[in-house]
């Protein structure tokens, strides 16, 4: 670490205001609902090795310049995500993608712009303000069937195959070889179908990891603190089977002719709720919202999908919608890995410079000009 001297110490608290004196809005997703994990768990909870903090925005240069380690902020957390290979990252496709608003009632979702949408990999801890490591992003990119079912606002509104990618512009292993990581399993197609039937017939108690909001006041009248978590929170969500999951997102009441949506085909979520459910706060518990989209969902330790999106509070029937790996086994399965990984260097490799000068940046006021440097130094003599 660079020894700071006497003048950089001076400079500290202007460089500081500079920093972090102007936040710009932040497009947050979803939120997770959960008990604190403690720092051992990292040793035997293996997706808090594989999960991504996805931050909207990273230090200014002059932090590594001065070799000091600078933590995310909490407003900027987005989503969550995990690390599927060195240059890889998995999360939900409206993470990075934006929808195509044409009237319609399926609306596709492009890709963001990173300059305008810019993402940053933190990962190596379960602590926030230990998070010292990330990764710039390259390119983003989603499924070419996620879609966003808009039926003006009634329950069945929501994504289908929610998953997107975030390929980095530099290696994991590279960029932060210090950070303690781990990559999230392959597994070979035949058992991921296998397993998936197994956790809707038999139900399984899966888990959901996370930053976002957490803390639920009032139990009568539930009200959600707006306030992400520091420590990443867990909470353990039932898996519904397929006809109680359709009777809650898709009931026939709110049904009628022109949905053109045959659930029985098309859809590609899975439904949780909380097994605790003696009261209306009971049944948010764990429940997905604002900030965690894209984080993991995984069953007996074996990542099952990613979550995609919760129930608001005023609703009746409290659910999380997650979009399992079953619909995205190109992206998981073993049998397709050498291809995936060929397929996605492909678009990364072909990302032009264009996409990535606004990451010299970030979106808010950063010391990044000398010139104004040594401005801030002749101000601290005067």
Same mark, same amino acid.
């Given at each position: 670490?660079?020894?700071?001297?006497?003048?950089?110490?001076?400079?500290?608290?202007? &460089?500081?205001?500079?920093?972090?004196?102007?936040?710009?809005?932040?497009?947050?997703?979803?939120?997770?609902?959960?008990?604190?994990?403690?720092?051992?768990?990292?040793?035997?909870?293996?997706?808090?090795?594989?999960?991504?903090?996805?931050?909207?925005?990273?230090?200014?240069? &002059?932090?590594?310049?001065?070799?000091?380690?600078?933590?995310?902020?909490?407003?900027?957390?987005?989503?969550?995500?995990?690390?599927?290979?060195?240059?890889?990252?998995?999360?939900?496709?409206?993470?990075?993608?934006?929808?195509?608003?044409?009237?319609?009632?399926?609306?596709?979702?492009?890709?963001?712009?990173?300059?305008?949408?810019?993402?940053?990999?933190?990962?190596?801890?379960?602590?926030?303000?230990?998070?010292?490591?990330?990764?710039?992003?390259?390119?983003?990119?989603?499924?070419?069937?996620?879609?966003?079912?808009?039926?003006?606002?009634?329950?069945?509104?929501?994504?289908?195959?929610?998953?997107?990618?975030?390929?980095?512009?530099?290696?994991?292993?590279?960029?932060?070889?210090?950070?303690?990581?781990?990559?999230?399993?392959?597994?070979?197609?035949?058992?991921?179908?296998?397993?998936?039937?197994?956790?809707?017939?038999?139900?399984?108690?899966?888990?959901?990891?996370?930053?976002?909001?957490?803390?639920?006041?009032?139990?009568?009248?539930?009200?959600?603190?707006?306030?992400?978590?520091?420590?990443?929170?867990?909470?353990?969500?039932?898996?519904?089977?397929?006809?109680?999951?359709?009777?809650?997102?898709?009931?026939?009441?709110?049904?009628?002719?022109?949905?053109?949506?045959?659930?029985?085909?098309?859809?590609?979520?899975?439904?949780?709720?909380?097994?605790?459910?003696?009261?209306?706060?009971?049944?948010?518990?764990?429940?997905?919202?604002?900030?965690?989209?894209?984080?993991?969902?995984?069953?007996?330790?074996?990542?099952?999908?990613?979550?995609?999106?919760?129930?608001?509070?005023?609703?009746?029937?409290?659910?999380?919608?997650?979009?399992?790996?079953?619909?995205?086994?190109?992206?998981?399965?073993?049998?397709?890995?050498?291809?995936?990984?060929?397929?996605?260097?492909?678009?990364?490799?072909?990302?032009?410079?264009?996409?990535?000068?606004?990451l010299t940046s970030p979106p808010r006021f950063a010391v990044s000009d000398p010139l104004l440097l040594y401005i801030l130094v002749l101000l601290t003599y005067l």
């Amino acid at each position: 670490m660079v020894k700071l001297n006497s003048i950089t110490l001076l400079l500290l608290p202007s &460089i500081i205001l500079l920093q972090f004196g102007h936040l710009s809005e932040v497009r947050q997703k979803r939120v997770l609902f959960g008990r604190e994990g403690e720092r051992g768990d990292r040793d035997y909870v293996p997706s808090y090795r594989y999960f991504v903090f996805l931050s909207h925005t990273k230090p200014a240069w &002059i932090w590594r310049t001065l070799g000091i380690l600078v933590s995310p902020d909490q407003e900027d957390l987005v989503c969550g995500g995990s690390i599927l290979t060195p240059f890889i990252v998995l999360t939900a496709a409206h993470c990075v993608g934006e929808r195509i608003q044409d009237g319609s009632k399926r609306n596709a979702l492009k890709r963001a712009s990173l300059f305008e949408h810019p993402l940053f990999s933190y990962v190596g801890h379960n602590l926030r303000t230990k998070m010292k490591y990330w990764v710039d992003p390259k390119v983003y990119a989603t499924a070419t069937s996620a879609v966003y079912l808009d039926f003006g606002g009634r329950t069945v509104s929501g994504y289908l195959d929610d998953f997107g990618l975030v390929l980095l512009k530099n290696s994991i292993a590279d960029e932060v070889p210090k950070a303690k990581i781990s990559y999230a399993p392959s597994y070979p197609d035949k058992d991921i179908v296998e397993f998936f039937d197994e956790v809707l017939q038999n139900e399984y108690m899966c888990l959901h990891i996370g930053h976002g909001l957490w803390k639920v006041s009032n139990s009568d009248r539930p009200e959600v603190d707006i306030v992400t978590s520091d420590p990443i929170r867990w909470g353990w969500r039932t898996v519904m089977n397929e006809d109680d999951c359709e009777y809650v997102t898709y009931p026939r009441g709110d049904r009628y002719p022109g949905d053109g949506f045959n659930y029985t085909k098309e859809n590609t979520w899975v439904c949780s709720q909380t097994t605790h459910r003696h009261k209306k706060v009971d049944d948010l518990l764990y429940n997905g919202g604002r900030g965690d989209s894209g984080g993991p969902f995984t069953c007996n330790h074996v990542l099952f999908g990613v979550l995609s999106k919760g129930s608001t509070i005023a609703a009746t029937n409290i659910i999380t919608w997650d979009t399992p790996i079953l619909y995205s086994r190109f992206y998981i399965g073993s049998e397709y890995r050498a291809d995936f990984i060929a397929y996605y260097k492909g678009i990364a490799d072909a990302a032009t410079d264009a996409n990535l000068r606004s990451l010299t940046s970030p979106p808010r006021f950063a010391v990044s000009d000398p010139l104004l440097l040594y401005i801030l130094v002749l101000l601290t003599y005067l």
